[in-house]
């Protein structure tokens, strides 16, 4: 089967009917897992079950995402029509909220007790503006996930000023860990986004505060834009897709050292993959820990959408499709997800058809963004201006809804170690990988990776089906076969899968 997974389309996903094609068919897709420990996402149109693809931004839910999915980004340059009638900022500014406003209305209205996600940013700010005119019964909810992250100060003094009424909730990670294992059931597909903990920790808490659905800032960067720094430029640059061998990476002058374990992992990473967020496994890394070399199969993915890729006419369109594709398979799906697994509604304003729509083609880009000067939002900080000065938050440029890694591997490194021997036939170098990293586990790089065996290793002894066999008592080992082009079908000799497959690798117990 095949849902629609993407806010932007103005529907919802079919969750009863993922849950019951599961049950016909929970087959997990390995190249999936793969995908999940590469970069903290499955590629779309793909998910962790064999049997269900996900249409999200840029697929046609016309097309069958089991065959040969076709991506093109919907966000294009040459596609874009600017607004023709000149207009004072002032202008733009009154339109830009009205039309906000009722995209809001439309997005919310099966809500009765919203609660808006307020990081004291920009996109957080700009919607609570909007809020206090159509919904002034929002409560706000900033989360502290970080000693790093200064945000309460701006979210508070933006609700205070807007009378809305605004609540916190500070990151124990013990605590989100064990919500988000009593939710897995309840969660049908999967998706390892960093702040997938947080989530679940924000959408408990507010199902048990009487709200009944999250309202969520994501979804304007990919037609707003999003200025493309020096930094990320760099990185793109050093990503070589290197091997390195384990003892060098895991020597203590470097393994100890989080700087020179970002710098190392790029080097080994694919330029493209380079632009997705978080530090993950290298390649090499997952073939240790999938017990077969299937990481390429992962990288492979990525060719569905080069094509578009390829195609960008400047590094922030490219950098838009590169966001369009995390974002939909990771932040837009943890949210998605979590709603579900707590029976509360997600609205996304900025998703909305109608918003979005104008938000693209009809607004000069000058309004959108302003590349040479590497600010974004230029609208977005205007709308801000007619209530607030220039927000505390904005000025220091930390993140927001983060989550303590580190602290997660330090009070649940033994029930992640307990899932991983739960499914060391499907994962088997989990174990080896916990036990010789366990050390490092205060370097928030390999406390990244932690996070990702954690998020993904319960999900899998939860969902696993039931005519998977019994662990082996050693890792599996992967035998290669001649296979006429490597973007063939993958086919594992594991329980469950058909014979009539093409295949890459046989996998023997």
Known sequence: MQTILSPYSGGSPDFAAIQAAAARDSRIDLVSVADLLRNAFVYPPHSILRSVKLVTLGFDADHDMHAAPRFRFPFRDADKHDATTPRTEAEWVREYHHKLCDAVTRTTADMHAPWLLQSGGKDSTTLAIAMADVRPETTCLTY??????????????????????????????????????????????????FALLSYIDIATEIAARGGDGIVDGLGSDVYFGTPLTLQRRLLALLSKRA????????????????????????????????GFPGSRFSDADVDELMGMPISSASRVRLRAFEQDLASATSHEELRAMLMSIAESAAAFAKGLYCANATSLSVAYPFCDPQFQQWGFTGLPREQQMDAAHHRNKTLVRAHIATRFDELPYVQKKKGSFRFDVIGLARSRFDQVHASAEEVRDIVPGARDWLERNRGRLGNKFHASRFYLLAVVLPWLAQKRPEASPSPPRAPLRAVPTDVPSPLVSWKWQFTGMPASEPTHFRRPH
């Open 144 to 193: 502290l996930g970080g000693p790093e992250e200064n945000e309460l100060e701006s979210a508070d003094a933006v609700a205070r000023k807007l009378g809305l009424r605004h609540e916190s909730l500070v990151c124990d990670p013990g605590r989100c860990y064990d919500r988000y294992l009593a939710a897995i059931p309840r969660m049908p597909l999967l998706t390892a986004d």
């Open 243 to 274: 091997r390195w061998p384990r003892p060098l990476l895991e020597m203590p002058v470097i393994g100890d050292h989080f700087d020179l374990c970002f710098l190392l992992a790029t080097l080994q990473m694919d330029p493209r993959e380079r």
